[in-house]
């Protein structure tokens, strides 16, 4: 291995293959500016983990799909568990080898093209953007019920300053350092697990719980309609696992960091759904109802057996849950706002970065300003709560169509870089037939009722990635800016080599 | 070129790429690998993108091409020092510690790393593990990241770099006290060629007490660290 030795020994002796790709490498990333490597593994693992915000989705979620499957609920979380993990793993081919603050958006623009990627982003927006909105106003309906203010004329004005401090929270906490950000997030989502894991142990101890084969069986033949519905709305429950991804130039060691972060929060996610939905349908069976909240925040743990402080205490763990999933969709949000900043396809400014916190303060004060409008036409509603599941069929859209378009870019992607497999490929096309049949079940399902969000939905994602493409055409802009490798990283400095 | 038996472990694919890559130079992508190792392309994906995880290799702007990584040159710590001293040159050394007290390092800059050229035996370095990955917490760090030729990505250290920088090339010296050790401090130094170009540094570990009034001292190890460097490089 002499060259080896050679180059190691002087590196201005290093031979180059390729000038014209050696000559792309600069000085700096173009998503210069970033707190870059300041976050831990734990750190990103908390930015996905809290983006799934898997403790107010275990509260939510069991009674949803038991009303949906039945008995054979429990299958179809674990099937669509499974569903998530090999999606998860079409988005880590992209993060193995890539990272940047653009997450999927990116990944989309550089295997399937501009004009495609303008559609994820534009997709990846709607969810964000939809989640954020709905986890702020349902946290500040279960704080206004706690604060026992009743139908009043004061509600309105209590529910509104409720909900600008927890926005104001949010955005507080997004333009601090990357690091505290993830730290919140971590321990106020680690809080939340903890509780509604311990309160779902006692709920099925009080319940003498029979074993989980006895109160779930397989789906037959004839239920198939309905169990793939419960397929695709239990799937809506993980969305926002691929949220690291986003914060990899952040990351120490990204190319590691990130694809474990993804890797694991699902199966974490997934246990928890699995346990709480086996409380769910095991007080089905054995009290007549389970402890989730079917009809709105401030319902759980109904009926005779509950006793008052575990209803808080739940409570408490859905509302800190929705807070961190607010504030880690703020921060995926924040930077695919600056990425796009970046290449001109919005405007420049909202590119910058705070010049001592490192993070996108301006795309955050943007998000803030943008979500005002709609949540104050939302809250002034007579069932906010309703209207509320309304913009979160519009975030679940948003992230499918993203995750469709993502994988079924994994092979044109690997082709283009010349590492492409015929395991990577089939994986790939699995898990995109997957998510098509999923979003035509989703679809189909939540049409009867909320036909004006999918209308709503598609003519936002027509208008938004339309302009995307108009100014990156007029403009002549490449996109797809990635953290790409700088002269710094690499032995040998690329001007030295051309010498 | 001359096809040789696949490698039998992962470890030995690896180095076999890293050679590859070194050989043919960067920007070499991975069908170019794969052809001249004669291993399977799925193992030399595989293996790629574990180097590149690991940043031994990196991947250029066009995602298809490959270069060897900074990181590369930590391998070469298995080498030995890249400096020996000569008789001359380790008896001035001795008589500098015998003149400042306290625990007097020598150390090189080469690649941007720090590598030991000849450490005071009755004192140990504090925190070698500080000083290879958070550099700019060290006052040998410190000064190398000051004195550095090329640009460094100030981002990936610390925010408080910049000042740092400007802080030592104003006083012409590096220091750091009570930030690793309370009570405790260090005092850098650089050696140039005669060109000006910085080399290698003497670095003093002492009490935080001596280093409260820097300047004398450091006017002390400059003048040693000039006549040192006068047989050194």
Not at chain 1, 126 to 155: K, N
Not at chain 1, 162 to 171: I, R, S, T, W, Y
Request: charged content about 15%.
């Amino acid at each position: 291995m002499s060259e080896l030795v050679n180059v190691i020994r002087d590196p201005s002796s290093g031979r180059v293959a390729d000038a014209a790709s050696l000559s792309a490498v600069g000085d700096r990333s173009p998503l210069d500016g970033l707190d870059r490597r300041s976050l831990t593994p734990l750190d990103v693992f908390a930015q996905s983990a809290a983006a799934v915000g898997p403790a107010g989705v275990a509260v939510a979620i069991p009674a949803i799909l038991a009303s949906t499957a039945g008995s054979s609920a429990l299958w179809a979380l674990v099937l669509a568990g499974a569903l998530t993990v090999l999606v998860s793993w079409a988005v880590n081919q992209y993060t193995r080898r890539m990272g940047s603050s653009g997450s999927l958006y990116t990944f989309t623009v550089k295997s399937l093209g501009p004009n495609v990627g303008a559609l994820s982003g534009a997709a990846l927006a709607l969810g964000y953007s939809a989640v954020i909105l709905f986890s702020l106003i349902g946290s500040t309906l279960v704080i206004i019920r706690w604060l026992g203010i009743g139908d009043t004329s004061v509600t309105r004005w209590a529910t509104a300053g409720v909900f600008v401090l927890l926005a104001a929270a949010v955005a507080a906490l997004a333009v601090r350092t990357v690091r505290r950000s993830t730290r919140t997030a971590l321990v106020i989502e680690v809080i939340a697990i903890v509780i509604i894991v311990a309160v779902t142990i006692w709920f099925l101890v009080v319940i003498d719980a029979p074993p989980v084969f006895e109160v779930t069986s397989l789906p037959t033949g004839a239920d198939a309609p309905a169990f793939l519905t419960a397929v695709a709305l239990a799937m809506t429950g993980f969305v926002g696992f691929e949220s690291a991804a986003s914060l990899a130039p952040e990351t120490r060691r990204p190319r590691i960091n990130v694809p474990r972060a993804i890797r694991w929060t699902v199966p974490v996610a997934l246990g928890v759904f699995v346990l709480s939905m086996y409380a769910e349908t095991a007080g089905v069976r054995a009290v007549g109802h389970g402890m989730g909240m079917p009809h709105g925040p401030g319902t759980a743990l109904p009926g005779t057996f509950s006793a008052p402080i575990a209803a808080y205490v739940l409570d408490l763990a859905v509302v800190g849950s929705m807070f961190t999933a607010a504030l880690a969709h703020t921060t995926a949000l924040a930077r695919l706002i600056m990425t796009a900043g970046r290449e001109g396809v919005l405007p420049r400014r909202l590119g910058r970065l705070h010049p001592t916190l490192r993070t996108p303060a301006t795309a955050v004060v943007v998000i803030w300003l943008g979500l005002v409008p709609p949540a104050t036409v939302l809250l002034l509603q007579a069932d906010p709560w309703s209207v509320a599941l309304k913009v979160l069929v519009c975030a679940v859209l948003g992230f499918l169509v993203a995750y469709v378009l993502v994988c079924a870019g994994v092979a044109p992607f690997l082709h283009r870089i010349g590492e492409w497999t015929w395991s990577a490929v089939v994986g790939a096309g699995a898990a995109t037939v997957a998510l098509l049949g999923i979003i035509a079940v989703y679809a189909a399902h939540i049409a009867p009722e909320s036909w004006p969000v999918l209308v709503g939905a598609g003519a936002f994602l027509t208008a938004a990635s339309g302009a995307m493409i108009w100014r990156r055409v007029r403009g002549g802009l490449r996109i797809g800016l990635y953290d790409q490798v700088v002269g710094s990283d690499l032995l040998t400095a690329p001007q030295r080599a051309s010498r | 070129m001359m096809k040789r038996p696949a490698p039998q472990t992962a470890l030995g694919g690896a180095f076999r790429i890293l050679e590859q890559v070194a050989r043919a130079g960067a920007g070499v992508t991975t069908r170019d690998i794969v052809a001249a190792t004669g291993m399977a392309p799925s193992t030399v994906y595989r293996l790629i993108n574990q180097l590149a995880e690991e940043e031994y290799l990196e991947r250029l702007p066009d995602l298809r091409g490959f270069a060897l990584g900074r990181r590369v040159a930590e391998l070469s710590e298995s080498f030995g020092p890249t400096l020996t001293l000569s008789r001359a040159a380790h008896a001035r050394l001795e008589q500098a510690r015998a003149d400042v007290r306290g625990g007097l390092h020598l150390v090189s800059y080469s690649n941007e790393r720090v590598t030991v050229i000849d450490l005071d035996p009755d004192v140990p370095l504090f925190a070698p593990d500080v000083l290879h990955h958070q550099p700019e917490r060290t006052a040998i760090g410190r000064l190398m990241l000051a004195t550095a030729h090329t640009r460094h990505d100030t981002a990936a250290h610390a925010p408080t770099l910049p000042a740092l920088v400007e802080t030592v090339r104003a006083r012409g010296y590096a220091i750091q006290v009570d930030e690793l050790r309370r009570g405790a401090g260090c005092l850098a130094v650089p050696l140039s060629d005669p060109d000006g170009r910085v080399l290698a540094a003497l670095s003093l570990a002492t009490s935080s007490a001596r280093l409260a009034e820097p300047d004398a001292l450091a006017e002390r190890l400059h003048r040693h660290g000039a006549e040192l460097s006068a047989l050194i490089v």
